[in-house]
């Protein structure tokens, strides 16, 4: 999506982390998460202080823009509390910023800004992993830089070793850590799915998904009018019982004064 | 208020003049004063605009702006001179309430001109039939001058009274200060001590003196005080002063539901000894790391010889934003703590599972299986 001006990384990152959370906890069938998708997008801009109108932002979206509109902020609240309202998303940005300032005070043979866009593809392919659900931005962080370095066939073990950490323990926790997220990061395969398997599971989707979540089906229809109606009925009802308990503390009242 | 309005026959004259006052008589229409000399000049006079002969002493100083409202005031003035029955003169509310209306009817027939006549004779009749009664209430003077006449008399009353203080205070003082002194020259005559300090002496305990005594009569006044004002709005004993008055015009202190208002205010006591709370004491904040420590504020700002130049790979912050309080070290503490934090967390684990060990792992296997039991706990 193209912004003037461009979209933060950070906005990226709170987003895939929203994503992540509220699949953890409802299913996909329940929602749909291309709806899902553009209401974290639209959350995490909110959050990270890169305001967007709704009407700008569905201006990018292809096909029906009212009924997007309409699909976002329905959503808002529901991701909102499917998060836990926990809102604020420490993405492992600012701790690369600080081990690039650490590397060039107190490890200044290498050249960190050569680092960059190798911590860059780094990040991007940890947000596609677990990893962000896992472990500490920072830990995150060391990890990208150190995966930089030896893509650049440089030798970190010395400043993390000595300069950086000098705990033993501390040392040993942190080694682990650094080693899985790069395993797991290894791992994963990468490439984005073809668009023949993205339409396959897009057909299975709609024949399974829970059809009283998804604002185009009858049944969802039906049940909004129902508790339109409900309602109606509900202050209906309660008007009735009103009315009859105020008549009888007035025949009540008459009885009393008459004695 | 008045640059709106002008004199109806002089016009121009109002603005020149705000100082000039509008007369107003009973047709309701205003005069400035100088029209109004003017108009009985001649002998008779007759309003200008509606023609109805005046006289001179039917010019009232118009109160309120709008004439209807004046002469409103006026009518219901008139007509209640005529109209005093009170409340106790009936046997129940109902006829009260139905004297209350037929005299509100008159008022305001009277002032918008429907049935002038017919209202009219409806006053006489009353004049006549009420007439021992309506010379009566002539007599009596109205509720609100007698309320007036009480506060007037009990401000006296506290006047004379600290005036009295005053007096005695004065007296009391001179006495005291001539006993002082005969004190002084007693001292100084018999007894043997040097002179400077007998006289030291002597003021510091005059001055104690006279401090306690300031004290002592500012209460004093306080409780008189206190004493005037609560007598004012109860029913109080004629012992204050004048004896064989008449029982002072008492002034409503409950509404007939027995909710009372009025009276002066009484706080309660300041409740004493709220029992032993431990004293508050400061203990500074303790910033949990997980991980290395990261420099102090102080150590990036003023790098010593051995502390590096962190600040000097961030971007410096312009004089603005000194001036506004922002200086670049915070940003730099702030990457650098964030990069130190937790960096040695490990994720808790719900079993004793291990994460999987790398020589397990097959190229191209989904990671997520083997970790569906990891718990998180931060972010």
């Given at each position: ?119 860059d593809e780094f990040l991007d392919k940890v947000l596609m992993t677990d990893v962000p659900l896992m472990y500490a931005p920072a830990q995150i962080a060391l990890a990208s830089v150190l995966e930089a370095a030896r893509k650049c066939r440089e030798h970190l073990d010395v400043y993390v070793t000595s300069i950086l950490i000098t705990d033993e323990e501390m040392l040993q926790s942190v ?77 009540r009242l008459i009885m009393e004064s008459k004695h | 208020m008045d640059d709106n309005l002008a004199c109806p026959r002089c016009k121009t004259t109002k603005y020149r003049n705000p100082s000039l006052k509008l007369m107003v008589n009973t047709c309701g229409h205003a005069l400035c004063d100088n029209c109004v000399e003017l108009l009985f000049v001649k002998g008779s006079g007759a309003c ?70 017919e209202t009219n004779k409806q006053i006489e009749q009353y004049k006549k039939e009420n007439k021992d009664q309506i010379t009566k209430s002539r007599a009596r003077k109205p509720t609100e001058i007698l309320l007036l006449e009480a506060i007037i008399e009990e401000e006296n009353r506290r006047s004379e009274f600290r005036q009295r203080e005053s007096l005695t205070s004065a007296k009391e ?207």
């Open positions: 999506m193209k912004f003037q001006p461009p979209m933060s990384k950070a906005v990226i990152g709170t987003a895939f982390s929203y994503f992540k959370r509220f699949f953890l906890y409802n299913s996909v069938m329940d929602y749909h998460p291309k709806e899902i998708l553009v209401t974290c997008v639209y959350l995490a801009c909110k959050i990270e202080e890169f305001n967007v109108t709704i009407a700008q932002f569905v201006a990018n979206v292809r096909g029906d823009r009212v009924k997007a509109q309409e699909i976002i902020l329905n959503n808002e609240l529901l991701l909102m509390s499917a998060v836990k309202f926990h809102l604020t998303v420490h993405n492992p940005y600012r701790p690369v910023e600080g081990f690039l300032i650490d590397l060039k005070t107190r490890h200044p043979i290498l050249e960190a800004e050569n680092l960059r866009p190798y911590i080694v682990d850590a650094i080693r899985t997220i790069r395993l797991m990061v290894r791992v994963k395969n990468y490439e984005p799915p073809s668009r023949d398997t993205v339409k396959a599971l897009e057909k299975k989707l709609e024949k399974c998904r829970n059809q009283e979540n998804n604002p185009d089906s009858s049944i969802y229809k039906t049940r909004m009018m129902e508790e339109l109606l409900e309602e109606d009925e509900r202050t209906q009802q309660d008007y009735s019982t009103t009315l009859a308990e105020q008549r009888m503390h007035f025949a | 200008p605009e509606c023609n109805i002969p005046l006289r001179r002493s039917g010019f009232r100083i118009q109160l309120f702006e709008d004439p209807v409202v004046e002469k409103e005031v006026d009518i219901r003035r008139r007509v209640l001179r005529d109209f005093t029955k009170q409340e106790s003169d009936f046997p129940n509310l109902r006829e009260y309430n139905d004297y209350l209306e037929q005299l509100e009817t008159i008022i305001f027939n009277l002032v918008n001109n429907i049935d002038i006549i003082e001179k006495l005291r200060k001539q006993k002082n002194h005969e004190a002084l020259i007693d001292d100084l005559m018999f007894l043997e001590s040097d002179a400077k300090s007998i006289v030291e002496s002597h003021k510091q305990a005059h001055q104690t003196e006279t401090a306690a005594a300031e004290t002592k009569s500012a209460t004093a006044y306080q409780s008189s005080h206190l004493v005037g004002n609560s007598n004012l709005t109860s029913n109080f004993p004629s012992s204050s002063g004048a004896s064989g008055a008449p029982a002072p015009f008492q002034q409503a202190t409950t509404f007939t539901s027995g909710i009372g208002f009025g009276g002066s205010a009484t706080f309660l006591p300041v409740p004493k000894g709220l029992g032993e709370v431990p004293l508050f004491v400061y203990k500074p904040l303790v910033l949990l790391i997980g991980g290395p420590d990261p420099p102090t504020l102080e150590e990036l700002k003023y790098p010593s010889s051995s502390s590096s130049t962190f600040l000097q790979h961030i971007r410096a912050a312009s004089e603005g934003e000194i001036a506004g309080g922002y200086h670049h070290s915070i940003a730099c503490r702030r990457a650098l703590q964030d990069a130190f934090m937790d960096i040695a967390m490990q994720p808790k684990l719900l079993k004793n599972r291990q994460l999987f060990k790398e020589t397990e792992l097959d190229e191209g296997e989904m990671v997520l299986g083997k970790e569906g039991d990891v718990e998180m706990d931060t972010s």
